[in-house]
């Protein structure tokens, strides 16, 4: 099956910093990547996501990048704000009739007012 | 319009119980997925219907089982409870199967084993 690895587990960056978080996965069938925001006790919501014919995409001060050579794709959140605290997932899918999605462990991203 | 419902929020059972967990999905969506997240990791992957019928399943036991009704709302079912089986049940909607349908999660039922 699908390994989606991500990394930092924890981000700590100063108000106006970028963020940037990093996620692997194994199978080079995955074409489908969402990013997921969880704020404490709240429901995953998705902020953003990229399919594999697409390299990278921008949405305000939110973007992705996606390297299927490497199977590779990066978060990166422009000119953080305090509201942008809480933990970040990363996903993968493979359309394989269900399109379940696996997870990584999640980063943890604090922004220091 | 109304996010993905699920009820109930908490619930507290002992081992051995068995519980029902619901979930009403967005209105118009036809696809319903149900996630397992144990405090500190990513949504595990348990079960996806599209069309009253079991799409995918994960690497869950046998005792976890589910359906969709006709309404295209879902109940999961966890007999023979386990402490292990404490953990935020996720449920989450869109409108097909295919990867070009985004998937929109509801807050969770929190269960909690004794």
Redesign the interface.
């Known amino acids: 099956g699908e390994n989606v690895e991500q990394h930092p587990s924890t981000l700590s960056v100063q108000e106006g910093d970028s963020a940037v978080i990093k996620c692997t996965y194994s199978d080079s069938a995955s074409n489908y990547f969402p990013w997921y925001k969880q704020e404490l006790g709240k429901r995953p919501q998705l902020i953003i996501d990229i399919r594999s014919n697409v390299g990278e995409k921008k949405d305000q001060r939110i973007a992705v990048t996606l390297n299927k050579t490497a199977k590779h794709f990066s978060l990166h959140i422009t000119e953080t704000q305090p509201e942008d605290s809480a933990v970040y997932f990363c996903a993968a899918s493979i359309r394989t009739g269900a399109n379940n999605l696996f997870f990584g462990t999640g980063t943890r991203l604090t922004v220091i007012p | 319009d109304a996010?993905?419902t699920q009820s109930p929020t908490h619930l507290i059972k002992t081992r051995g119980q068995h519980v029902t967990l619901r979930c009403s999905p967005i209105s118009g969506h036809k696809?319903v997925?149900w996630?397992q997240q144990v405090l500190?990791?990513?949504?595990?992957?348990i079960f996806?219907y599209y069309e009253k019928e079991e799409?995918?399943r994960?690497?869950f036991p046998d005792r976890f089982s589910a359906r969709q009704f006709p309404n295209y709302s879902s109940e999961l079912n966890v007999n023979a409870l386990l402490l292990g089986d404490s953990a935020l049940y996720?449920c989450a909607s869109?409108l097909g199967?295919?990867?070009?349908?985004?998937?929109?999660?509801?807050?969770?039922t929190r269960l909690s084993i004794l």
Do not use: A, E, T
Not at chain 2, 40 to 45: I, K, M, S, T
């Open positions: 996010g993905v696809s997925s996630y500190g990791q990513g949504p595990q992957f996806q799409r995918g994960g690497n996720l869109s199967q295919g990867i070009n349908q985004p998937q929109h999660f509801g807050d969770g």
